[in-house]
């Protein structure tokens, strides 16, 4: 059964499971009755312990680890990131054993195939109970290499580090897991590309499934829109289908060497092929055979289910391929997601206290059949959240009462209440869209919403317990139940156990400053040294100094866009820009100033660019001194470089923030002019920022936003005038070009930044940028929305993109293969 502690996926037995973790073991389990799965090996959890044991460790508080619990202080951010970082370098740099490494290797080779996939698969001690369900999604991720030893051994390390992320160290701290309790082993299969790959939910009537083309990394990374389908359970007709936008998928790219052996481990094994972006991607036939699938697993593993799957021409071990054979549906995960969830426990909120897990409450939410789905909207933040309903009264003086913790139920949200959002767990709104100025600050906070759900402040009153799916935009009412006191205590499930990860239900973080270097940040340059640095720079989006601690390790090349309207909330007291102008402009110049040193200081000296105030006059209502005339159109209204035409006064005070900032000795921060209309616009704020003497500093840059057609004809004009770069506003650009109300709900489906119109629009400012010499940024929600348009912006020659913190990651990866992908074709040429 097994070879130096490795186990044959259809030889696990019942009492392999904690040796060979959950994914695999069902997957042997379902295997091993009939079911179309891929073969595999499993590195038992034995062999992980054992490898522990022989690093080197330079710290004495890792000399135990393997049975070690670890206690870190997951409070303390900075501590627990160098912490992380030093157990993964460790675990990175020491070599596996040759002899074991070589065993494992005849066993993949056995396969024949050119790439293998290491899933990580991991159980919990069986003293733990095991009806409970850990939601581990972003905590371990599937790692793809050629089949071949050295490339075998690096990501098979890859894997087991990714156990002391430091977001993996909270979450299991936090629920009182420890390490020792936790059993990671690593399941191998061999990976050949797909025809298509997706998930399936299940639900009491229907299931749900989303569907990408080729291999499933595209849909796990975020980077397409998958197909979705609704269907019925029994019957497998479809009741809903959603098409995506997937214009591309993953396959295993041909290797560049000549034999598997000199294949470079580093060189990266898929490849993204373009495909027809309109055809459905599974027929009625291959809906019926997911239905059909499904059912027969229900047998077996209960009748809640998530499954993984994938449609591929790969063949049994030792038969060769035939050209007319039909594509199987294969299951590459398959697990039972017991229902109702039991042992959801929190203490529940409090004016003073935020939605803490506390396991000895005797209250346990759950959904269940009891638990209707109240209304459906626009996923617009990820995440998922158990809270206490509070609808938001039109005063926004009553929503600073509002309990700590509550998920907050709004018609809309205005920028004006980001400040007092730091008490939310999450938030819905009726009205917006995936750009609404609600699903912006939830995505910057990092707490789930939904936008667009049609009357939910009259559908849910406040104190009703709420379960809200920021995934996929549904907001359920919770029953409560109570639950006899002599019942033994049970660990918090996955899905509350989310909360606590949110970065609004920790206590705030004083921010740090960086000290003064000329390079990114240690952390970035230690986990990223074998890559060479993106031709592409990618910077952060950004509002307020309390999020500046979260983007410490962030590896970007600065910010991107500093929101004036948000930033500026801090410092108003409450009171409108306009009744500071009028009394107490000096304070507000020197508060102001003060803010923006604090982004000027922890990036120095990456740039930091500061877009000037767009109040409209919607917005900012509940600040006293609020001008009480109503617009018509709002968005065409008095805002931008117009207004400051028509009354100069707060322009000239931000100016001057701006210059007191210079004179601290910092030169890294540069200004964008929002929303400009004309050239002559342009001119008039370019006179009153020569005035406010900030171009005595050669380095000074002054942009402006592309966001108003008009920019597209006249781009030349404008950099005559001194304008030095621009950078894309993709949410105004959109709306203006398609002539969408981005915040109108039943609008959404026509407001597509990825219509061919925007994105001819988008090349064109690029293009044209280039040819005028001046760089060209994005700044809008399309790139993180859309990961996709990253490797045309990056074709097209864009300077920089500009995204939300939660997207950078991904969008780092996506510039890195969109570069890849330009110089490799590049070469060919040159060859050719």
Not at 279 to 284: D, F, G, S, V, Y
Not at 794 to 808: F, K, Y
Request: hydrophobic fraction near 40%; charged fraction near 15%; include cysteine.
């Amino acid at each position: 059964m097994t070879v130096a502690n490795l186990y044959w996926l259809d030889q696990i037995q019942p009492a392999n499971r904690n040796q060979v973790g959950d994914k695999a073991f069902y997957l042997g389990l379902l295997g091993q009755k009939g079911y179309s799965v891929m073969p595999g090996v499993v590195v038992a959890d034995s062999v992980f312990r054992e490898f522990l044991g022989t690093i080197n460790w330079l710290e004495p508080l890792f000399a135990d680890l393997p049975n070690s619990a670890l206690h870190l202080d997951v409070d303390n951010p900075r501590q627990l990131q160098a912490i992380a970082q030093q157990i993964r370098q460790a675990i990175q740099s020491t070599p596996l054993a040759a002899d074991w490494l070589a065993q494992l290797f005849v066993a993949t080779s056995s396969w024949q195939s050119s790439a293998v996939i290491l899933r990580p698969s991991f159980a919990l001690e069986s003293r733990l109970d095991s009806s409970i369900t850990y939601r581990t999604t972003g905590l371990f991720a599937s790692h793809v290499c050629w089949n071949q030893p050295e490339a075998i051994a690096q990501n098979l390390k890859r894997v087991w580090a990714e156990l002391f992320r430091a977001k993996s160290l909270l979450y299991w701290q936090r629920l009182g897991i420890q390490l020792q309790q936790i059993n990671l082993a690593v399941l191998v299969q061999p990976m050949e590309s797909a025809i298509a790959a997706g998930d399936l939910h299940t639900h009491d009537g229907h299931l749900e499934i989303r569907a990408t083309w080729g291999l499933g990394a595209a849909l796990t990374r975020g980077e397409v829109t998958p197909d979705r389908y609704q269907i019925h359970r029994q019957t497998g007709a479809i009741q809903t289908q959603q098409t995506g936008s997937r214009t591309f998928a993953y396959h295993i790219a041909v290797p560049f060497a000549s034999s598997q052996a000199e294949l470079p481990p580093s060189q990266d094994c898929l490849r993204a092929d373009s495909v027809e972006p309109s055809r459905a991607i599974l027929t009625e036939l291959e809906l019926e055979q997911l239905a059909h699938l499904t059912r027969r697993l229900s047998a077996d593993l209960g009748p809640s289910l998530r499954l993984e799957w994938a449609i591929s021409k790969r063949y049994p071990q030792g038969v060769a391929p035939q050209p007319d054979t039909s594509p199987t549906l294969y299951l590459t995960q398959a697990s039972p997601q017991p229902l109702p969830i039991p042992g959801i426990r929190f203490r529940p909120s409090t004016a003073s206290s935020p939605l803490v897990l506390s396991p000895s409450v005797p209250t346990t939410w759950q959904i269940s059949g009891l638990s209707p789905l109240v209304v459906r909207g626009v996923g617009a933040a990820s995440g998922q959240i158990f809270g206490e309903a509070w609808i938001v009264p039109d005063s926004i003086q009553a929503a600073v009462r509002a309990p700590t913790g509550a998920v907050w139920i709004a018609s809309q949200i205005t920028p004006d209440w980001i400040f007092e959002l730091q008490q939310a767990a999450g938030i819905v709104t009726e009205q917006g869209g995936m750009t609404s100025h609600g699903a912006i600050v939830a995505r910057e906070l990092g707490i789930p919403a939904v936008v667009g759900a049609a009357d939910v402040t009259k559908l849910i009153q406040t104190g009703e317990m709420v379960f809200l799916d920021g995934d996929r935009g549904e907001i359920y009412r919770v029953e409560k139940e109570a639950i006899p006191p002599h019942a033994a205590p049970l660990p918090p499930s996955h899905l509350l156990a989310q909360t606590i990860l949110q970065p609004s239900s920790q206590p705030p973080v004083s921010p740090q400053p960086l000290a003064h270097t000329s390079s990114k940040p240690d952390f970035y340059t230690a986990s990223k040294s074998s890559d060479p640095p993106n031709g592409t720079q990618l910077m952060v989006n950004l509002s307020r100094v309390a999020l500046l601690s979260q983007t410490h390790d962030l590896p970007v090349d600065g910010v991107g866009l500093l929101r004036s309207e948000q930033l500026i909330l801090d410092v108003l007291d409450q009171q409108h820009p306009i009744v500071w102008a009028q009394e107490r402009p000096r304070e507000l110049v020197n508060r102001l100033a003060e803010q923006i040193l604090q982004f000027a200081q922890a990036f120095l000296p990456r740039p930091v660019f500061y877009r000037s105030l767009d109040l409209r006059s919607h917005e900012f209502q509940s600040l006293m001194g609020h001008p009480t005339t109503p617009e018509p159109n709002p968005t065409l209204g008095l805002h931008g470089t117009f207004s400051y035409e028509v009354d100069p006064t707060l322009f000239d005070l931000e100016l001057a923030a701006l210059r007191q900032v210079q004179q601290s000795r910092f030169a890294n921060v540069h200004l964008i002019l929002p929303f400009v209309r004309t050239v002559e616009e342009f001119r008039f704020c370019y006179k009153r920022i020569l005035d406010a003497e900030l171009k005595q500093n050669p380095n000074f840059q002054v942009w402006i936003m592309a966001e108003v057609p008009s920019v597209l004809f006249l781009l030349p004009d404008y950099v005559q005038a001194g304008v030095q770069g621009i950078s894309i506003g993709s949410n105004d650009l959109t709306q203006l070009l398609l002539g969408v109300d981005r915040d109108h709900p039943q609008m959404s489906p026509a407001f597509d930044q990825r219509h061919p119109a925007v994105l001819r629009a988008m090349q064109q400012l690029i293009q044209t940028a280039r040819q005028v010499g001046i760089p060209c940024s994005i700044c809008g929600q399309a790139p993180s929305q859309y990961p996709e348009l990253v490797e045309v912006l990056v074709r097209w020659g864009i300077s920089s993109i500009s995204v939300s913190p939660d997207a950078v990651e991904k969008t780092h990866e996506a510039i890195a293969r969109a570069e890849r992908s330009l110089l490799l074709e590049a070469a060919r040429h040159r060859l050719a």
